[in-house]
């Protein structure tokens, strides 16, 4: 049995409407693009990382620090011409102070993590450091997500509205119409 053409219809089994079901749809694939640069990032930052750690004498955090900031890097290469490609590139210059600043915090959450983990509570063996490394990412990622995609790559000024009447459009045409009286 098919859905009967109820795609979109309020109260439908589980179906939602055409809009919703696009914009899940599309945050779905930012989402699957955000987290393919940043699991290049995570790879990146945790190499440099642990790298750094056994060619240097340089403490834990600073080790991390340095770390952190190829990643940034790599990542906002990966996020201007992956992820958010299609997004506004008219103001370079104020998306990348804005990256630079969000960076900047995730930054201090990431390594903030680590240093209350190594020199607060005492986790300092390579282990232990590798995973509350991993734990500050985490965290810094939900706070760059939100960040990036609401302040650094902005939608182009329109799409959601084209959408959105991309969908209405399509709605009225699937509506049945009554028939017209003839005077």
Do not use: C
Request: aromatic share 12%; no cysteine; hydrophobic share 45%.
């Amino acid at each position: 049995m098919g859905n009967g053409g109820s795609r979109g219809a309020p109260g439908a089994s589980g179906a939602l409407p055409g809009s919703v079901r696009e914009r899940i749809d599309r945050l779905t694939r930012e989402i699957a693009k955000f987290g393919a640069v940043g699991g290049a990032g995570l790879l990146v930052n945790l190499l440099v990382f642990n790298l750094v750690r056994s060619v240097t004498d340089l403490q834990v955090v600073r080790a991390s620090v340095i770390a952190t900031l190829v990643a940034i890097f790599s990542n906002y290469l990966g996020f201007r011409y992956f992820t958010y490609r299609d997004r506004d590139k008219s103001r370079r210059t104020k998306e990348l102070s804005l990256f630079l600043l969000f960076s900047a915090v995730g930054l201090v959450i990431e390594n903030g993590v680590l240093y209350v983990a190594t020199y607060g509570l005492g986790f300092d063996s390579h282990l232990q450091t590798n995973i509350f490394k991993f734990v500050g990412i985490g965290i810094a990622t939900l706070f760059r997500f939100w960040s990036y995609r609401t302040w650094v790559f902005r939608t182009l000024p329109g799409r959601e509205a084209v959408a959105d009447a991309e969908s209405f459009l399509e709605k009225e045409r699937r509506r049945p119409r009554p028939a017209q009286r003839v005077p």
